[in-house]
Antibody, heavy 118, light 108 residues
Framework: QVQLVQSGAEVKKPGASVKVSCKAS????????MHWVRQAPGQGLEWVGW????????KYSQNFQGRVTITRDTSASTAYMELSSLRSEDTAVYYC???????????WGQGTLVTVSS | DIQMTQSPSTLSASVGDRVTITCRAS??????LAWYQQKPGKAPNLLIY???ILESGVPSRFSGSGSGTEFTLTISSLQPDDFATYYC??????????FGQGTKVEIK
C-alpha cells in the first residue's frame, strides 16, 4: 500500500537548519509530485513547496523567501525538505503529501514536529 | 497566487444542526476547490473535491457547492463525529496548494 514515512521530531536552535525526510513506498516514487505542508501549534495549514521527483523541479511558497529547499533521492524513494535560518515561528508539524492524478493529496506522512527554541 | 478567506473561524452548533462554512477566493477559478476535515494530531482528511464531488466513504450529509469566488461546505445534520476543524483548499496542476484559515466546529 502507498505509504509515506517521515523522519523523527527535531529540536533546533534559532538560526540553525533542519532537514526532514519523507520515504515513499508502495508506488513508483518518480511518477507522483510531492508537496510539503506545515502546521504551527493551534494554527492552520500552510503550503511550503512542491517537488516533481521525476525531474527534480521545485516550486516554493514566497513566504519562505529562499529559506526552503526540497530535494529527492530517487534511489531511496525519499524526498527531503530543508529549512534554514530557523526562527521560533517555524515551530510546527511538517507533513509531506503525495499529489494524485487529480492534483490532490491522496496520502500524507505522519508529520514531523520541528521545535525551534533557544 | 490565489488567496482563500474562510468564515467563520469558529462555529458553535448542536447535534442535528445544519452547518454552512464559506470560502472566498481572491480571484475566480473553475471548480478546483476541496474541503478537508482535521482532528487534533491527525493529517487532514479529504471530504470533497472539484467543489462538489464527495470523496469515497464520506457521509452524504456533507455537500459542497459554489463557483467563481464563493464556495460553501454544508453539513446537513451535524453528528458527534463532525466536531473538528475544516479547511478549504484551492489546487491545480503545478500550482501551490492554498488553504483557508480553517473553521473550528465546536459543541454548543
Amino acid at each position: 500500500q502507498v505509504q509515506l514515512v517521515q523522519s523523527g521530531a527535531e529540536v533546533k536552535k534559532p538560526g540553525a537548519s533542519v532537514k526532514v525526510s519523507c520515504k515513499a513506498s508502495g508506488y513508483t516514487f518518480t511518477n507522483y509530485a510531492m508537496h510539503w505542508v506545515r502546521q504551527a501549534p493551534g494554527q492552520g495549514l500552510e503550503w511550503v513547496g512542491w517537488l516533481n521527483p521525476g525531474n527534480g523541479n521545485t516550486k516554493y511558497s514566497q513566504n519562505f523567501q529562499g529559506r526552503v529547499t526540497i530535494t529527492r533521492d530517487t534511489s531511496a524513494s525519499t524526498a527531503y525538505m530543508e529549512l534554514s535560518s530557523l526562527r521560533s515561528e517555524d515551530t510546527a508539524v511538517y507533513y509531506c503529501a503525495r499529489e494524485d492524478t487529480q492534483y490532490l493529496p491522496d496520502c500524507w506522512g505522519q508529520g514531523t514536529l520541528v521545535t525551534v527554541s533557544s | 497566487d490565489i488567496q482563500m478567506t474562510q468564515s467563520p473561524s469558529t462555529l458553535s452548533a448542536s447535534v442535528g444542526d445544519r452547518v454552512t462554512i464559506t470560502c472566498r477566493a481572491s480571484q475566480s477559478f473553475r471548480s478546483w476547490l476541496a474541503w478537508y476535515q482535521q482532528k487534533p494530531g491527525k493529517a487532514p482528511n479529504l471530504l470533497i473535491y472539484k467543489t462538489s464531488i464527495l470523496e469515497s466513504g464520506v457521509p452524504s450529509r456533507f455537500s459542497g457547492s459554489g463557483s467563481g469566488t464563493e464556495f460553501t461546505l454544508t453539513i446537513s445534520s451535524l453528528q458527534p463525529d463532525d466536531f473538528a476543524t475544516y479547511y478549504c483548499q484551492h489546487y491545480n496542476s503545478y500550482s501551490p496548494w492554498t488553504f483557508g484559515q480553517g473553521t473550528k466546529v465546536e459543541i454548543k
